[in-house]
């Protein structure tokens, strides 16, 4: 989905999706640039976006950039020394509550999309937005709105 809005708002895009051993996507990039990407390997994020807070945190921003964006799905502020020590932006939102608020199922996909077209501003809300239907559209505003200062 955020490559195809990020590919509809004029940029070359590259996904890469780590698998776990039970095949489940466990670590998504999508490498987005004006100009044409070369690399396929995963470099390290300037947006980092974790849609589970039971991972290992510590694991996950290790993946961020220096003074990288993190939005974390989450209900309260995370407390991770490394978020200092690396000079992170934090943002929080519930995703998922807000997800099954909006949908009545626990996919926390739409409202995290939400908080990264607030947060990030580098593609146009519209062109996420277009990508999505019913539910997530409400799930979509609503994480837009509820992003919060870590």
Known sequence: M???AAFSSKFQVQEIV???DKSLPVLGSVAMDKQAIESRQHE???YLLVFDSKMDISRVLKQAKDKSVVILNSQEKIK???LVKKGLRAFFVDATGLAITATLKASPYAAM???FAKIAGIIPAKYIRSQMT???L???DEGFKGV???
Do not use: C, I, Q
């Open 2 to 4: 955020l490559g195809n």
């Open 18 to 20: 780590e698998v776990a």
């Open 134 to 136: 019913g539910g997530n």
């Open 138 to 140: 409400a799930a979509f």
């Open 80 to 82: 991770n020394p490394l």
């Open 113 to 115: 999309m939400g908080a």
């Open 148 to 150: 919060k200062r870590n």
């Open 44 to 46: 390290a994020s300037d």
